[in-house]
């Protein structure tokens, strides 16, 4: 179990629970009532002391979810923080029918703001800009790094999605080029 599957089952268990604080009953401190005066647990009957477990059972229900907030804001916090170092993700193109592999890659620029979708190239780079590819040379680096993260990489699943299906159009044209080659008897 992970720790967001533990966490994930905390908050469902506390989902049952009122929405209001409970207290201990000022009456019997042992009692543990929600809002309305019913009792939710009884530790014992303790008259009007105070008890440290009646205290905590008191202020759980509040206190799990706030916890359980924190730690869900944190882990975010964590999770946005490590997406700073990622510099390029890697989007396959489904070429199964065709064979090989290819893929689309999006990539951070330098100052790490804006997102290019290219085509991965370590020379000679290509980005994919106003419905095609075009050399970065040629267009320059501000047409080529245009997007924010999240849009890079839904434009490079649509081009990956159209790449497939040019892979499987020369594919299909070459096995139409073999096949009459042979009918001809050539």
Excluded at 43 to 60: N, Q
Excluded at 64 to 81: K, P, Q
Excluded at 86 to 105: H, K, L, N, Q
Excluded at 165 to 172: E, K, T
């Amino acid at each position: 179990m992970t720790e967001f599957d533990r966490l994930t089952e905390i908050e469902d268990r506390t989902r049952c629970l009122a929405a209001g604080a409970w207290r201990q009953r000022s009456t019997d401190t042992g009692i543990i009532e929600d809002a309305e005066g019913h009792p939710v647990a009884i530790l014992g009957t303790s008259g009007e002391a105070r008890l440290p477990l009646g205290e905590f059972f008191a202020h759980a229900p509040v206190d799990v979810r706030w916890l359980a907030n924190e730690l869900r804001t944190a882990w975010g916090s964590l999770a946005d923080a490590r997406l700073d170092f990622v510099t390029e993700y890697r989007v396959p193109v489904p070429v199964s029918s065709a064979g090989g592999y290819a893929e689309v890659v999006v990539r951070r620029d330098d100052q790490g703001e804006l997102w290019a979708v290219t085509d991965g190239a370590l020379t000679g780079l290509r980005a994919w800009v106003d419905g095609g590819w075009s050399y970065v040379s040629d267009i320059g680096r501000a047409a080529a790094f245009r997007w924010t993260r999240e849009e890079a990489i839904a434009v490079a699943q649509e081009v990956a999605a159209l790449e497939a299906g040019s892979y499987r159009r020369a594919a299909a044209e070459a096995t139409d080029t073999s096949s009459a080659g042979r009918g001809t008897g050539q």
